[in-house]
């Protein structure tokens, strides 16, 4: 069950950077219209320098991050900053319905909110709350897919594995 959190007023933008069983997690936090939300969260390798939460959000963020590492079933419970375009929401919303310990398609996505898999899998590379909005769920027809970014395949490759093998979905 998630828990509530009291912020205060004034605490600006923050990024830190706490551990994860896979490595890292960079945490961005600001304020926006006057309410403080988590912006982004970033998958790091385990060479990345820790640094400590600033704000009662980004410990909270660090707090349910944890939680979700002791079981996967954790719902997350947290503001979050409205980003992306209608399509980039369209999948990260049908993303959410995905179960722990369960996978879809890019193609299965894309056939739910008529798109095409190519468009759904460039929406999960620009998702800002990784964990959150379980993109690691979405997997290719022909295997696990889904690289997410360029500059560091490997790592979130590892990543992903880790997560679907976390939630058994392996």
């Given at each position: 069950m998630?828990?509530?959190?009291?912020?205060?007023?004034?605490?600006?933008?923050?990024?830190?950077?706490?551990?994860?069983p896979?490595?890292?997690?960079?945490i961005?936090?600001?304020?926006?219209?006057?309410?403080?939300?988590?912006?982004?969260?970033?998958?790091?390798?385990?060479?990345?320098?820790?640094?400590?939460?600033?704000?009662?959000?980004?410990?909270?963020?660090?707090?349910?991050?944890?939680?979700?590492f002791?079981d996967?079933?954790?719902i997350?419970?947290?503001?979050?900053?409205?980003?992306?375009?209608?399509h980039?929401?369209?999948?990260?919303?049908?993303?959410?319905?995905?179960?722990?310990?369960?996978?879809?398609?890019?193609g299965?996505?894309?056939?739910?909110?008529?798109?095409?898999?190519?468009?759904?899998?460039t929406?999960?590379?620009?998702?800002?709350?990784?964990?959150?909005?379980?993109?690691?769920?979405?997997?290719?027809?022909?295997?696990i897919?889904?690289?997410?970014?360029?500059?560091?395949?490997?790592?979130y490759?590892?990543?992903?594995?880790?997560l679907?093998?976390?939630?058994?979905?392996?």
């Amino acid at each position: 069950m998630a828990r509530s959190n009291t912020l205060k007023h004034g605490e600006g933008v923050s990024y830190c950077v706490v551990a994860a069983p896979f490595g890292r997690l960079g945490i961005l936090t600001e304020l926006v219209d006057g309410s403080l939300m988590l912006s982004k969260i970033d998958y790091l390798p385990r060479d990345a320098k820790l640094s400590s939460p600033k704000n009662a959000l980004a410990k909270e963020v660090a707090l349910q991050c944890t939680a979700y590492f002791k079981d996967p079933n954790w719902i997350f419970d947290l503001p979050i900053k409205p980003s992306g375009t209608e399509h980039q929401k369209k999948v990260w919303d049908s993303i959410q319905e995905i179960p722990a310990g369960k996978t879809k398609t890019y193609g299965e996505v894309a056939k739910k909110i008529k798109s095409g898999a190519r468009a759904v899998g460039t929406a999960c590379g620009a998702n800002p709350y990784p964990l959150i909005t379980p993109c690691h769920r979405v997997v290719s027809a022909q295997g696990i897919g889904g690289f997410m970014k360029e500059n560091s395949p490997g790592l979130y490759r590892q990543i992903k594995l880790w997560l679907l093998k976390h939630e058994g979905a392996l």
